[in-house]
């Protein structure tokens, strides 16, 4: 798997124990979708592209760990779940919410296939 020590440090910074452990779920998720991805520290945030175009972003706030998928335009995604324009589309995961990782895979691999 093809790591990058700055988005290893960018994790292991996170302070607040259950937004690091979903930053770590998503990235692990996030390597399982895209074997060939490529992971970067961009915009103060973790980026993930696969050939060069970028797949996914973590991003931590306050109340949330955000997750986007680009290149979400075919997605079939529920009313209500994620946020943002067509081509990138954005769940917000809180404290207590239990994600559907495997759901969230399937559709970053979905996303991904034709970048």
Excluded: C
């Amino acid at each position: 798997m093809n790591r990058n020590a700055e988005v290893t440090d960018f994790i292991e910074q996170i302070t607040v124990p259950w937004q690091a452990q979903v930053a770590s779920k998503l990235r692990e998720l996030v390597h399982e979708s895209i074997p060939e991805v490529q992971e970067r520290v961009q915009y103060k945030k973790p980026h993930f592209l696969k050939n060069g175009k970028y797949a996914a972003v973590i991003s931590p706030s306050k109340p949330a760990v955000s997750f986007t998928i680009f290149n979400a335009t075919g997605l079939e995604l529920p009313d209500g779940i994620f946020e943002g324009p067509a081509e990138r589309k954005t769940i917000k995961i809180k404290e207590k919410d239990t994600p559907d990782y495997e759901w969230l895979a399937g559709l970053l691999t979905q996303a991904s296939a034709e970048l």
